[in-house]
């Protein structure tokens, strides 16, 4: 017979494709990010407990094109500052990705609120020009100019916090909403930098019902630059969290909250 593709694999198949995933090379992306102070009463709604707000409420978009061989990837994260039992990082809202590879393991692994979506990085010459959209709505834009290099910093690590959970099968659960108790992760990531430029210019938010990105305005812009970074990553579930404290924010990682409800149609098409 021949091999039914959708049948068990093999130990050797599998281990296989765990040792491929170990040995993956640097991956550099070209990205513009913005860093700017918004409101601190906004910036601590967003926020889910256990996560805090940090003493400056920082708001940080980072729009990528990603270099994967044969598969150009484009890659965005919308968050804020947050802080978690002495570690500060960042709260990342939306993550828009072009493709849905690239949700699968961001999503089911770690807990990113990925979704797909539009991304766009253009360069010519000087200008600068970047931005997400979905839904046909192009709710960042970051542009400007390049105004000179910035010196190469030093391999750093950087922290993102990332709530892991599932909605209940049958909308209740144990009557908290989730089929297990979520768990908050810390996502570390080791970042090189081989290019950094400074760009003068601004970031305009629009109104999107689905990513309300507008309620985080720009009061102050602290940077904006282009770069070539690579990084690697690890999470790790720091703690269980109160379903019923999360609960109210889940609505952050669905367009309609109410689809987590709807089941599959007669017939589980």
Known sequence: MARVRYGARTGAEIAAVRTAGSRLPDIWSTGVVAVWESDPDAVAAVLPPPLKPTARPLVRVNISKVDLPGYPLGAGSFAVAAAHDGVEGWYPLVMPMTHERALIGGREVFGEPKKLGEVTVVREGLVVRAALARHGIE????????????????????????????????????????DAGPVLVHCVRNEKVRKLERISGDVVLRESMYDPVADLPVRELVGITVGEKTTDQKGTVV????????????????????????GPPPGGA
Do not use: N
């Open 239 to 262: 703690e269980r969290v109160d379903a019923q404290a999360l609960l109210p924010y889940i609505h952050q990682r669905y367009d309609d909250p109410q689809q987590i409800l709807d």
């Open 139 to 178: 709710f960042v834009e970051v542009r400007g100019a390049v105004s000179g290099p910035l010196p190469l910093p030093e391999p750093t690590r950087k922290t993102d916090f990332y709530f892991k959970f599932l909605p209940a099968v049958d909308g209740s659960g144990d009557g908290s909403g989730f």
